[in-house]
């Protein structure tokens, strides 16, 4: 178990509790009111779970797959440094404490 700190997109801020093994976009989707959409259910196929990670985590995130890069570099708002999905971040005590912001909706 982990903690999260989500701003969401009205700027509000958020202190989530995620078992380890779980990806980030469960919780984001279900505890945060306009939180995201993942509209394919995590399946890295929509980028509706698209957030922007700070740069002390970002680093310590495993690199990117090609199908989830393609996919945030289709957005809008993407961000190199930051992007990623949250359906293929998964939570382990060494992200615990993590903090991220729930990117514009697209
Ligand atoms: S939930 Fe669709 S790509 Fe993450």
């Known amino acids: 178990m982990g903690k999260l700190h989500v ?4 700027g509000d801020e958020h202190e989530l509790e ?9 919780p984001l989707r279900d ?3 306009g939180g995201i959409e993942a509209l394919c259910g ?6 509706t779970c698209h957030v922007f990670v700070e740069a002390e985590w970002f680093a310590k995130l495993d690199p990117r797959q090609d ?13 190199d440094g930051s992007s990623r999905l949250s359906c293929q971040i ?5 992200l615990d404490g993590m903090r991220l912001t729930v990117a514009p909706e697209e």
């Open 67 to 79: 199908d989830e890069l393609e996919l945030l570099e289709g957005t809008e708002c993407f961000e």
């Open 42 to 47: 995590g399946m890295c196929s929509c980028a």
């Open 7 to 10: 701003t969401d997109r009205n």
């Open 31 to 33: 505890e945060i009111d």
């Open 18 to 26: 995620v078992s380890n093994g779980s990806s980030l976009m469960e």
């Open 90 to 94: 998964i939570m382990s005590d060494e």
